[in-house]
């Protein structure tokens, strides 16, 4: 490496539903540079709650898109401020919100084109920049109609899930742009190009509309993800003449262009500075892990999410399965679940009166395995599988028998209710990775993240029912440091000679800053002895429940 190159250093972005964040990173990865722009509290005249806006009807949820350009001003002045030096920034990429859509007017790609460096970005890119002001985000869950029919018109939603990865989903970026072709037919024809919040982050830096990855275009009910090009039978389904307005689909790890001379001007970026494709959220979450396919992530939050990677993609009716973002012809898949901290937190404050340690102590007094006594807490509709109620069982409860539905009422003690409950999540969550392919084996490691992932005694519950080892993150923000990771690492590619054979992302990556993960918990060696009978039992829980009436 030349003085030169040791000075280089990569920007990663990531513009999430509450905030941007930028962080620059050296040549070894190491950060030297981060800045904040929370929308609620830097940004009230938008008037957004958790970063987003409550739309007119049901369901509804939408933000304006110069909210977006406007704190990518500020988030630059505030790395100015910190004497970041931008004149090292070899290439940039980023992370965005999956499923947004923002609708671009001529105007605005033009303007996008003529930026004027004595400007900040928002008196250009303003509201005339896009023909839909209120753009709908990943929140917005109100085109239960679009969905029906873009997989009535497709033969149903099981064509839709070998095409796409997933069926239709409300919050699927194709659903959102039927509904605003059919609500607002004129603003869809006026829309030039159409681009997701990842691509729109790129095209802010590239001074032209950026293409869509294949990562994050997954998110869509548009792109067919094994040809990973926009399926034409879904973009009939969805509205006409939408692959002119999508533009050609990129691979995640694309170096789409050079940054605009706007940000040379105004910013001191060097003129040769490398703009990389950005992706969504969950994607570079899964490439700031730096994790292999033997590793299973579980983000422990108001919906609990399994992540893994997947060499082939499988057709799952429920969850998703998206284009990798780093290893591109392999494949993740995300797995929600609705019933997750909350149902912890409501057992903290009926069990423990809100005292996180005594929840812990409760739950570490009793044995594993809890005497036989499980419950499964489905208080919202299931996802997998579709069952919704409480069942509760002791080690006399039998599958076959008239009561079996019924269960216990409650269970003697709170140390039992706890450890029932985050058994039983975890029964449930194992459950469903392995009936969604996931293969669990010696080579196994856990991830856990998520608010619930600084509990030692919940992640030693997670150890023991999956059998795994259990590590957490050091670096919290696995978004953003993906986004200057896949930076860094596409540079490295670009300047690779032909005759050399490349490492991989993870052994680029690791090759220069250690992983940063710290295993935390081990599995009992009676474990896979413990938890194999209760997790058949486990099933016929779910069953049980899932065919009472709810």
């Not at 940004?43 to 739309?55: D, I, M, Y």
């Not at 094994?226 to 050609?248: H, I, M, T, V, Y």
């Amino acid at each position: 490496m030349g003085p030169q190159q040791l000075k280089r250093a990569f920007l990663g972005f990531d513009l999430s539903t509450q905030k941007l964040k930028a962080i620059l990173v050296n040549s070894s990865l190491e950060v030297l540079a981060s800045a904040e722009v929370k929308f609620d509290s830097d940004l009230p005249e938008f008037r957004t709650v958790g970063g987003a806006n409550p739309g007119p009807n049901k369901n509804e949820f939408f933000v304006q898109p110069v909210m977006w350009v406007k704190a990518m001003d500020i988030v630059l002045d505030r790395l100015v401020m910190q004497e970041a030096d931008l004149s090292t920034v070899a290439a940039i990429s980023g992370s965005g919100q999956q499923h947004g859509s923002l609708y671009w007017s001529k105007h605005g790609i033009a303007s996008l084109q003529n930026l004027d460096p004595d400007k900040f970005l928002h008196s250009q890119i303003d509201d005339s920049a896009f023909v839909v002001n209120r753009t709908p985000i990943w929140m917005d869950a109100s085109t239960t109609k679009q969905c029906v029919e873009m997989e009535t018109a497709i033969g149903g939603h099981l064509s839709m899930v070998e095409i796409t990865g997933s069926k239709c989903y409300e919050r699927f970026t194709g659903p959102q742009i039927r509904k605003i072709y059919q609500q607002r037919t004129h603003a869809y024809e006026d829309a030039q190009r159409i681009s997701l919040v990842s691509s729109f982050l790129a095209s802010l830096f590239l001074g032209a509309v950026a293409p869509i990855d294949f990562s994050d275009g997954s998110g869509m009910n548009l792109l067919d993800i094994r040809e990973k090009n926009w399926s034409k039978a879904c973009l009939n389904a969805c509205a006409p003449d939408l692959d002119e307005r999508l533009g050609q689909a990129a691979s995640p790890n694309t170096i789409v262009g050079t940054i605009s001379e706007y940000f040379v001007k105004r910013f001191s970026f060097p003129a040769d500075c490398k703009v990389v494709a950005c992706t969504g959220d969950n994607p570079s979450a899964l490439a700031g892990m730096l994790v292999d396919s033997n590793w299973l992530s579980i983000s422990l939050g108001t919906s609990d999410t399994l992540m893994m990677s997947m060499k082939e993609p499988l057709n799952w009716e429920e969850g998703h399965v998206l284009c990798h973002p780093t290893e591109t012809k392999e494949y993740m898949g995300l797995l929600c679940f609705r019933n997750g901290s909350l149902i912890r937190e409501g057992m903290n404050k009926t069990e423990a009166g809100g005292d996180w340690q005594k929840f812990n102590e409760l739950l570490e007094s009793t044995p594993r395995g809890n005497f036989g006594n499980m419950a499964v807490h489905f208080n919202e509709m299931e996802i997998i599988p579709k069952a919704k109620g409480t069942l509760r069982w002791n080690k006399d409860s039998v599958p076959s028998s008239p009561d079996a539905a019924k269960g216990v009422i409650k269970f003697s003690s709170p140390q039992i209710e706890i450890r029932a409950l985050i058994e039983g999540q975890m029964l449930h969550h194992r459950a469903v990775a392995e009936d969604m392919g996931f293969r669990f084996g010696n080579e196994t490691q856990i991830l856990a993240t998520g608010g619930a992932s600084v509990n030692k005694s919940i992640l030693q519950t997670i150890a023991d029912v999956f059998n795994a080892p259990v590590h957490i993150q050091t670096e919290s923000e696995a978004a953003l440091m993906g986004a200057a990771f896949r930076a860094a690492y596409a540079i490295y590619r670009h300047e690779l000679d032909e005759e050399t054979t490349p490492l991989s992302y993870r052994d680029y990556v690791l090759s220069l800053t250690p992983n940063k993960l710290q295993l935390v918990c081990e599995p009992h060696k009676d474990s896979e002895d413990i938890y194999a009978p209760m997790l058949l039992r486990y099933r016929d829980m779910a069953r049980i429940l899932g065919k009472t009436d709810v």
